[in-house]
Every structure is written in structure tokens, then in C-alpha cells.
């Protein structure tokens, strides 16, 4: 399996920026689709945006749409989530797996430790 290290978390303004990193451990990372999950306290882990093994093909949640992009560079073994006009209710634990071009978590093997984000207001 591929090992999977999320990065650039942190506390953030509503209507800031974060850019969030899932480094690779492994060269065959760049066969998978990545996706990118979060889950708030007491909540059910929901589905954020995935992108094509190639960087071809993305799809976002509703919340996304508009202000978060995923993008990758194979060459670096490495998949982003650009987070843009961030909102409190962006406030989770992000996670990136790697697995099929799917919107459901049961459809990712591998998966990293999380990256805390916090948004206030």
C-alpha cells in the first residue's frame, strides 16, 4: 500500500487561504485517484473533491465547488487541495486517500493521518 502524509493544516480566518499537501510515499501513487475527505467532531467523514490518476479528470462536493481545487504532480508524488474564502464550517480533519475516482470513502484503501484545519470566525 501506499503511505500517505497530509500537510499544511492549521488556524485560519473565515475568508482566508490554506493550501493542503498528501505526499506519497511510493512512485505507484501516481496509478491512483486521490481524493480528498474531512470529518468534523461528531460528524460522518464526507466526501471533499477527487481528482484522475493523470490530473485529467476532478470532481468536488457542493461545498467546494468554486472555492477549493485539487490538483497533483506526479513528478513530486504529490496531490494538493487549494482552499480558498475558507468558512468556519470548513473547520474538519482533511484527509487524502488514494484509491478509485469515487465520491465514497469505501472506495479508497490507502489512506494518510490528517491534517487538522480550523477556521474561525
Known amino acids: 500500500q501506499v503511505q500517505l502524509v497530509e500537510s499544511g493544516g492549521g488556524l485560519v480566518q473565515a475568508g482566508g487561504s490554506l493550501r493542503l499537501s498528501c505526499d506519497a510515499s511510493?512512485?505507484?501513487?501516481?496509478?491512483?485517484?486521490t481524493g480528498w475527505f474531512r470529518q468534523a467532531p461528531g460528524k460522518e467523514r464526507e466526501f471533499v473533491a477527487v481528482i484522475s490518476w493523470n490530473g485529467g479528470s476532478t470532481l468536488y462536493a457542493d461545498s467546494a465547488k468554486g472555492r477549493f481545487t485539487i490538483s497533483r504532480d506526479n513528478a513530486k508524488n504529490t496531490v494538493y487541495l487549494q482552499m480558498n474564502n475558507v468558512k468556519p464550517e470548513d473547520t474538519a480533519v482533511y484527509y487524502c486517500?488514494?484509491?478509485?475516482?469515487?465520491?465514497?470513502?469505501?472506495?479508497?484503501?490507502?489512506w494518510g493521518q490528517g491534517t487538522q484545519v480550523t477556521v474561525s470566525s
Open positions: 486517500a488514494t484509491g478509485a475516482f469515487s465520491t465514497s470513502w469505501r472506495s479508497f484503501g490507502s
Open positions: 511510493r512512485r505507484t501513487f501516481i496509478r491512483y485517484d
